[in-house]
């Protein structure tokens, strides 16, 4: 592992969250000397690319994540006049982009040998290591902000058998509380501070240029909380660069909430540090996050890749969630969609080209959060099992 601000390099061993040195974020250096045909014949999981996995690969906790469908969305793109591709990370096995996350992060705490995980989560962070602690035979305890997950998510991390707490308080408050803890030694903290989670995210930007024939897209629109997808999909779509997989690379753009928009408000400054959110608020509660943790490498992402971050209103979140679902069939969380209505945002503001090849990743399911999905829609008609009632409803005149 090294320190992305002083350089400073440890073992992958040690239990270490950020530098020792500086305080800074750190990532997991990784390099693999193969061809790109060896993925071909491979089952369609993130696993495919094993070799750009860096963790013990003879006992890997995974249950089939990755590999998740790459949809072209003619009717949207041809709207805003773009080649649209979404890819719809609510297909993982617990329905968002962390369980590769958590693979990586809990092949890593078995390599470790610890007995206890743990994170602070806006929701699915804490469904997702809830099942793979429960796959890994590990006790899981999970910090979630009193009031603030969605319906689904909270579903998933009780019944996975997580220790589930309420934390009065936000979702930064939450994180800084589990994290004193983990460096006390209690549990092994697996929020993405943690760089083995974003060795196993990257593989979404390594399944983008795959997908496309081993091309990068022009651009890649996400939306940005804690901010480590980000970097983990730079990061990714970096080392097969490197590694000559691809010649050229895409423009990252981050899409936040206009009431939790820390790094989106430092890009339109061009300063290379946030100015936390105090209160940070809105619909999409996945994203409900002041204090990115991944602020530094998000925003090294955004400026390295000559991208671009945005903000979005709740109600352009809220209705960009049901414009995918109506025009593509594909259904979202709120979170998800904000990368749509930053997309809607940058076209009509004229701000990328005519033509650009973009693709979306919507990162979890719409089942998520069922609550503002009833509450988006009219209530059903409730009739009498009588085809003549039920044929005045739908051929009213
Ligand atoms: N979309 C969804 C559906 C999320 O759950 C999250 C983060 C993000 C986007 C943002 O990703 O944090 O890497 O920038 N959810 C975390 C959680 C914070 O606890 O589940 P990020």
Known sequence: MKCISCGAEYDN????????ECDSLLEVL??????????????????????FMPVDHSHIVSLEEGGTPFCHCPQLGDELGIDLYVKVEGSN??????????????TKALELGVSTVGCASTGNTSASLAAYAARAGLRCIVLLPAGKVALGKLAQAMFHGAE??????????A???ITALALKGELYLLNSVNPFRLEGQKSIGFEIVDDLGWKSPDRIVLPVGNAGNISAIWKGIREFHEAGFISDLPRMTGIQAEGAAPIARAVAKGRDDIVPVENPE?????????APVSAKKALRAIYESDGMAETVADEEILSAQKLLARTEGIGVEPASAASIAGLIKIVDA?????GE??????????????????????????VDADVGALSRIINPA
């Open 282 to 290: 809105t619909i999409a509660t996945a994203i409900r996050i002041g």
């Open 30 to 51: 990784c390099h693999a000397e193969v061809s790109r045909d060896i993925f071909a014949c491979r089952k369609s999981t993130m696993w495919k690319y094993k070799e």
């Open 350 to 354: 004229g701000k990328i080209d005519k």
């Open 93 to 106: 096995p617990t329905g968002s982009f962390k369980d590769r996350g958590m693979s990586v992060g809990i």
């Open 175 to 177: 994180l800084e509380t």
């Open 13 to 20: 061993m040690e239990i270490i969250y950020t530098c020792k």
């Open 357 to 382: 090849q973009i693709v979306c990743v919507v990162t979890g399911h719409l089942l998520k959060d069922p609550n503002t999905a009833i509450n988006a829609c009219t209530k059903p008609v409730e």
């Open 164 to 173: 589930v707490v309420s934390v009065r308080g936000n979702f930064d408050e």
